[in-house]
Each structure stands twice: as structure tokens, then as C-alpha cells.
């Protein structure tokens, strides 16, 4: 089972930029996709961004395209979120999540099995 540990959220002003981590333990990390989700206090956790299991392709939400890019290394066994141009409805919590495909087929929570406990970005305007 892979666990996973998200870090490097925090306060920002609007405008700024954030780098999500999450950190995986477990062989298996390399050969599956990747996801962020958010959660914004009294709403549904969202789909943010996915990313195949060897980096080739990615996908995101209508809403943050050209603002936020997802990259991994699976010799870190770490995948990022790197989040510019942050705005004050981007205030939520993120998650990254392992998904059951190697490849991108779904941006659905169902299809991702493992997750982290979140960390928190705020955005201040």
C-alpha cells in the first residue's frame, strides 16, 4: 500500500505562487497515475490536475489551466503542484491521490484509491 504526504501549503497573497509536494512510500508509486483534489470549506472535493505514471501526460481542471502545473519524479517518488497566479478561490485543501491506472483515464475521486491527510493554501486578497 502506498502512503502518501502532502507539504508546502500555507499563506499567500493573491497573485502569488505555491509549491505542493506529496511525498509516496511504496514500490508500486512509478507505475500508477497521479492526482491533486481540493476541498474548499463546504464544498465537494474537486478534481485539480492528474499526471500519468511516467509524466507523459497530464490533464487539468478548465479552472486552472496555465496557472498551475503537475510534474513528478519517480526516482523521488514525489509528484508536485506548482500553483502561480493563486487567487482567493483557490483557498482550499489539497490532496494528492494515487490513482489505479498507469494512465490518465478518469479525473473521478472513485479511481484514486490511496490518499494523503491534505495541506492547507490560503490566498489572501
Known amino acids: 500500500q502506498v502512503q502518501l504526504a502532502e507539504s508546502g501549503g500555507g499563506l499567500v497573497q493573491a497573485g502569488g505562487s505555491l509549491r505542493l509536494s506529496c511525498a509516496a512510500s511504496?514500490?508500486?508509486?512509478?507505475?500508477?497515475?497521479m492526482g491533486w483534489f481540493r476541498q474548499a470549506p463546504g464544498k465537494e472535493r474537486e478534481f485539480v490536475a492528474a499526471?500519468?505514471?511516467?509524466?507523459?501526460?497530464?490533464v487539468y481542471a478548465n479552472f486552472v489551466k496555465a496557472r498551475f502545473t503537475i510534474s513528478r519524479d519517480n526516482a523521488k517518488n514525489t509528484v508536485w503542484l506548482q500553483m502561480n497566479s493563486l487567487k482567493p478561490e483557490d483557498t482550499a485543501v489539497y490532496y494528492c491521490?494515487?490513482?489505479?491506472?498507469?494512465?490518465?483515464?478518469?479525473?473521478?475521486?472513485?479511481?484514486?484509491?490511496?490518499w494523503g491527510q491534505g495541506t492547507q493554501v490560503t490566498v489572501s486578497s
Open positions: 499526471i500519468s505514471w511516467n509524466g507523459g501526460s497530464t
Open positions: 511504496g514500490r508500486t508509486f512509478s507505475s500508477y497515475a
Open positions: 491521490a494515487l490513482d489505479q491506472w498507469s494512465t490518465i483515464r478518469s479525473m473521478d475521486l472513485a479511481d484514486f484509491g490511496s
